[in-house]
T-cell receptor, first 111, second 115 residues
Framework: EDQVTQSPEALRLQEGESSSLNCSYT??????LFWYRQDPGKGPEFLFT???AGEEKEKERLKATLTKKESFLHITAPKPEDSATYLC????????????FGTGTRLKVLA | NAGVTQTPKFQVLKTGQSMTLQCAQDMNHNSMYWYRQDPGMGLRLIYY???????DKGEVPNGYNVSRLNKREFSLRLESAAPSQTSVYFC??????????????FGDGTRLSIL
């Protein structure tokens, strides 16, 4: 069964305390894994796409990596403005247009 | 630079009432989607439109209908609202690319309560 699981469900960090969020997936023929950030009362905002194992993408304090079974979102020296829910998603299969979203990790960064 | 625009932002309905949620995108994307987001369940696909003139069911289509009015607009209709349809509804759009999956871009949602 196609599945996306994110861990932890919630994470509290002190400002400057680096950590990683996990997204594990089981889907055949992965053609892209997506990371989004969602702020309260807003829609998900696209962050990264990863297409193949070993690929890495960076944006400011965020770095996303991909293996054959999971992806990590590394947050280096986070700031309070990084507080949000982080979602990952994959497509169920080529050409299906049906994306599976994880339930997200709620990140809180304390000043 | 609007991206994906959803209207209304909030709505309260009584059981049995009908309403249409509107969505428009200005990114010239071929594909559009409707999701609902409920606590602890993540985003679930209701319907999608791979391209203008086509629509297909997602995971949770029961109780909903959609119309792809043109390339820009994709509406979601609740014919007879039920309390179980209380949720936050998101519209999204993406480019069509047969070789690689493309990211979706989301609107800010419609918060719908059904009493």
């Amino acid at each position: 069964e196609d599945q996306v699981t994110q861990s932890p469900e919630a994470l509290r960090l002190q400002e400057g305390e680096s950590s990683s969020l996990n997204c594990s997936y089981t889907v055949s023929g992965l053609r892209g894994l997506f990371w989004y950030r969602q702020d309260p009362g807003k829609g998900p905002e696209f962050l990264f796409t990863l297409y193949s194992a070993g690929e890495e993408k960076e944006k400011e304090r965020l770095k996303a990596t991909l293996t054959k079974k999971e992806s990590f979102l590394h947050i280096t020296a986070p700031k309070p403005e990084d507080s949000a829910t982080y979602l990952c998603a994959v497509q169920r299969g080529p050409g299906t247009y049906k994306y599976i979203f994880g339930t997200g990790t709620r990140l809180k960064v304390l000043a | 630079n609007a991206g994906v625009t959803q209207t209304p932002k909030f709505q309260v309905l009584k059981t049995g009432q009908s309403m249409t949620l509107q969505c428009a995108q200005d990114m010239n994307h071929n594909s559009m989607y409707w999701y609902r987001q409920d606590p602890g369940m993540g985003l679930r696909l209701i319907y999608y439109s791979a391209s203008e003139g086509t629509t297909d069911k997602g995971e949770v289509p029961n109780g909903y209908n959609v119309s792809r009015l043109n390339k820009r607009e994709f509406s979601l209709r609740l014919e007879s609202a039920a309390p179980s349809q209380t949720s936050v509804y998101f519209c999204a759009s993406s480019e069509a690319n047969r070789a690689r999956d493309q990211p979706q871009h989301f609107g800010d949602g419609t918060r719908l309560s059904i009493l």
